[in-house]
């Protein structure tokens, strides 16, 4: 297998960071789906770097996941390497800027900004996931998007190359990004324009009630991926599915939310992606029936779909 060297000397074993087989429903929020062929978590710039070109060098296709709350993973699993971004964990700090590698929580980066005297995401408290997942799908709650802050984003090509993108909030809407049309890159880190504050206890107090509100309404009782499709233009998905009677429906192990209709849970632990694939699917062919509007899917089909 090749070696790859980093820019220090020192070498980088693919050896130890490829794993072959890698179950992913253990990885995901709503515990279902197949096996990575590869899966690595790189934990810095040279690893990842490392693990592009040994892609490229065996042809391999990349997939990217974060804290995959937003994918259903096939149940055949993901052909080629898939990259694991959990590891790329660092941030820092520089003025307002508050700078984090794509992996880290969304949750655990609101707290470090706040234990650096920065605040302006706590509304976004309590979303699962990754710092890169959440820029991925433009994330939301609140009246907040996570555009509404980013001032960069440093990307990386699949050929390994950085390359600095100065973000606007116009490039960005509601649940979608720029990073949705090139998907042959990698958001490495993203810098966000924080406000300054010496009031840390009151922006912790938001973020806390925001995460709260969730608790409270058993968002995290059941597994599951979080809203299943996007609000249409007009309307709301949530009301939609449950005017259509389709609350407490399912299809193998998995089921329409008693108390949010938008969302699909694992609830016994035994549903298959394919069974939210299908609830899915029925989902928006009964709306679309009754209500004569199409449905787009919030959540990404990862794998040989
Ligand atoms: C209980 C619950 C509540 C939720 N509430 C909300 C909510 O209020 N608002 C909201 O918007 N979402 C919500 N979600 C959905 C989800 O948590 C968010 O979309 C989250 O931002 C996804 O991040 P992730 O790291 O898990 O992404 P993943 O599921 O790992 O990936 C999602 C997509 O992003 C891509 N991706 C991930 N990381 C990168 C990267 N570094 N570079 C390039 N592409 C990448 C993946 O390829 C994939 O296509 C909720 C989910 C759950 C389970």
Redesign the pocket.
Known sequence: MTTNVRNSGEKINLEDLLKANLPLAQHS??HTGGSADLAAFPADFEELRALLSYAEENKLPV?????????LISDDGVAGLTII?THLTRRHVQGEMFCVR??LA?DRAIELALEDGLCGLELLGG????V??????????NGVQICDLLYYVD?MTFDGKLHRMQTHADEFSY?HSP?KETKD????EAGFRLIPTTRTSEARKSKDEAKKK?KLAG??DNP????VFCNPAVGNAAELIEQCNLKGASIGGASICHRHANVIINGKGKATSRDVHNLTRLVQKTVFEEKGILLEP?I?C?GRW
């Open positions: 929020s709503i997939t990217l996941l974060g804290g995959c709350s937003n994918s971004t794509c992996g969304l979303i699962p996931g990754t890169g997942g959440a820029i991925f799908g433009n994330c939301g709650a990307y649940r990073f890159c990698i958001i490495y969730r968002q995290y599951s991926l979080g809203c919030e990404q990862i």
